[in-house]
């Protein structure tokens, strides 16, 4: 079992900078691949990254290659989603997820957070 709490979101004007945060417990955070998703209003839960359990590969949605970056630091069981250059349409609850294999965080995770606000103004 992995429980995951995210932190970070808040209000932002685009073109500014926000980290969210993923705090993760459990024994098996270190060998889980871990990812983050994104939900707008009205619209259905979308994949934004994610990375390997040895942080060897990541891979990120279209619309926020160049922009976000994520990481994770497996000593303090923490995984990051660095997100530059915001924009209003990336406002959304941005939520963590983990898994096995890496291939199943990508598309249905079993493990999720209970979500994070990030609001862009224009």
């Known amino acids: 079992q992995v429980q995951l709490i995210e932190s970070g979101g808040g209000l932002v004007q685009a073109g500014g900078s926000l980290r969210l945060s993923c705090a993760a417990s459990?024994?098996?955070?270190?060998?889980?691949?871990m990812a983050w998703f994104r939900q707008a209003p009205g619209k259905e839960r979308e994949f934004v990254a994610a990375i390997s359990s040895s942080s060897g590969r990541t891979d990120y949605a279209d619309s926020v290659k160049g922009r976000f970056t994520i990481s994770r630091d497996t000593a303090k069981n923490t995984v990051y989603l660095q997100m530059n250059s915001l924009k209003p349409e990336d406002t959304a609850v941005y939520y963590c997820?983990?898994?096995?294999?890496?291939?199943?965080?990508?598309?249905?995770?079993?493990?999720w957070g209970q979500g994070t606000q990030v609001t862009v103004s224009s």
């Open positions: 997820a983990g898994d096995l294999p890496y291939s199943r965080v990508k598309y249905a995770p079993n493990y």
């Open positions: 459990g024994r098996t955070f270190s060998s889980q691949a």
